[in-house]
């Protein structure tokens, strides 16, 4: 799971590791976001027509990063 998780959130899971957090708390942290930014960067929620059409877990808490992450993908598609 760790290194699935930080295939998708490398900079999220290096940042938390140079802040001291064990690789338990690290993952517990980023496993969820990792899910969640996949789908986003993979396009699954590119061709959605309202915010009511998305799922209920579509969503998370990430930073400013990781949403340009996400919209360089969609600019590149």
């Known amino acids: 799971h760790c290194l699935s998780v930080r295939a998708v959130c ?7 590791r140079g802040n001291g957090y064990s690789w338990k708390i690290t993952l517990l942290r980023n496993y969820w976001k990792s899910k969640v930014k996949q789908e986003w960067l993979s396009g699954k929620y590119s061709n959605i027509p ?3 059409n ?6 998370y808490p990430m930073d400013v990063d990781t949403w340009g992450e996400i919209l360089e993908a969609e600019l590149e598609r």
């Not at 490398?10 to 938390?16: K, V």
Request: proline residues 6%.
């Open 10 to 16: 490398q900079r999220e899971i290096d940042c938390d």
């Open 50 to 52: 309202s915010q009511n």
């Open 54 to 59: 998305l799922p209920e877990k579509s969503m």
